[in-house]
T-cell receptor
Framework: DGGITQSPKYLFRKEGQNVTLSCEQNLNHDAMYWYRQDPGQGLRLIYYSQIVNDFQKGDIAEGYSVSREKKESFPLTVTSAQKNPTAFYLC????????????FGDGTRLSIL | GQNIDQPTEMTATEGAIVQINCTYQTSGFNGLFWYQQHAGEAPTFLSYNVLDGLEEKGRFSSFLSRSKGYSYLLLKELQMKDSASYLCAVRDQGGSYIPTFGRGTSLIVHP
């Protein structure tokens, strides 16, 4: 079945470490997105990519980095510069047509040890 | 920028009808989405409105009034499994087609 796979589901990070969250899709979607979700807050956009080898900052990109070397993959690195990384991270993808919704992965919950 | 407002929490009884409102302010409008999200899970797409009026899909319906900057999601014949967060997301006329999400409405359905 087609879908979006995020791994791992739970991730723990020590202070000062970088960690990378995986997002893979086999829906043949051009656009991919990373969101952060905190309790009581809506989804906030970190980075997005509309085509391979190109990506744009979202509203809260500081302390994060991404790459888009393949259409299927859009990994997110949470760097040590991100001072409050504990959150639920959601990856999404979308077919580039005006009324198409985003499809979301099951999320990764990142916690600081 | 956009400003999206939804109630934080609502409660309802199994079998009843509930209406979740969403108001928005945007510099240009290009569609409104509703998603359902169970705790710790992925949001799943429920409905899309770009023209005024009511869209019906089974027990769920969504309404849009562009002149009022207003939408609602109507859930009929509520079931316990409908307990979830409901997210309203509005897209403006920028070329990226990226919606801005509201904070979500947590719906609790009780027996």
């Amino acid at each position: 079945d087609g879908g979006i796979t995020q791994s791992p589901k739970y991730l723990f990070r020590k202070e000062g470490q970088n960690v990378t969250l995986s997002c893979e899709q086999n829906l043949n979607h051009d656009a991919m997105y990373w969101y952060r979700q905190d309790p009581g807050q809506g989804l906030r956009l970190i980075y997005y990519s509309q085509i391979v080898n190109d990506f744009q900052k979202g509203d809260i990109a500081e302390g994060y980095s991404v790459s888009r070397e393949k259409k299927e993959s859009f990994p997110l690195t949470v760097t040590s510069a991100q001072k409050n990384p504990t959150a639920f991270y959601l990856c999404a993808s979308r077919r580039e047509s005006s009324n198409q919704p985003q499809h979301f992965g099951d999320g990764t919950r990142l916690s600081i040890l | 920028g956009q400003n999206i407002d939804q109630p934080t929490e609502m409660t309802a009884t199994e079998g009843a009808i509930v209406q979740i409102n969403c108001t928005y302010q945007t510099s240009g409008f290009n569609g409104l989405f509703w998603y359902q999200q169970h705790a710790g899970e992925a949001p799943t797409f429920l409905s899309y409105n770009v023209l005024d009026g009511l869209e019906e899909k089974g027990r769920f319906s969504s309404f849009l009034s562009r002149s009022k900057g207003y939408s609602y999601l109507l859930l009929k014949e509520l079931q316990m499994k409908d307990s979830a967060s409901y997210l309203c997301a509005v897209r403006d006329q920028g070329g990226s087609y990226i919606p801005t999400f509201g904070r979500g409405t947590s719906l609790i359905v009780h027996p």
